[in-house]
């Protein structure tokens, strides 16, 4: 699926602003090594291993988030299908920011709210946002 240039900025801006950018590998709340834009290191990458403080280059913290990114949009269209082309562009930046941080599989436990969301009752899909975390 294409994505609007807008869109991609926008998704961008608001990941840093809720995550935040690290040059240097740190744990994350959960005690996993993470690096750049809340990216969870894993063992494919050149700084797996490397330890807490090892430091990255703005190339590579902006390369893993764009990959990540596009994961991330991969995901919101095979788990939402249809659901997700029908979905107005501010639902789908909101939802793709939720999975950029929850996971898709974590993401998909919001059934209430994403019921709301398919019927366009957006009164109540802000209401359960925050009532469903398992």
């Known amino acids: 699926m294409e994505y609007s240039k807008e869109f991609r900025i926008r998704l961008k801006e608001e990941l840093i602003a ?3 950018s690290e040059l240097k590998v740190y744990k994350d709340h959960l005690g996993y090594e993470t690096v750049g834009v809340g990216h969870l290191i894993l063992k494919t990458d050149e700084e797996y291993g490397r330890g807490v403080g090892f430091p990255i280059t703005q190339t590579r913290a902006d390369e893993l988030f764009f990959y990540d990114i ?3 949009l ?3 269209e095979e788990r ?3 659901n997700w082309r029908d979905w107005p562009e501010e639902v789908k930046l909101i939802i ?3 999975a950029y941080n929850l996971g898709g599989p974590r993401l998909s436990k919001f ?5 709301a969301i398919n019927k366009k009752d957006y009164k109540m899909w802000a209401k359960n946002q925050s009532l469903q975390l398992p």
């Open 96 to 98: 793709a920011n939720m």
């Open 74 to 76: 991969k995901e919101c």
């Open 70 to 72: 596009n994961i991330v």
């Open 80 to 82: 939402f299908h249809n």
């Open 111 to 115: 059934k209430k709210m994403l019921a």
């Open 18 to 20: 809720d995550e935040g």
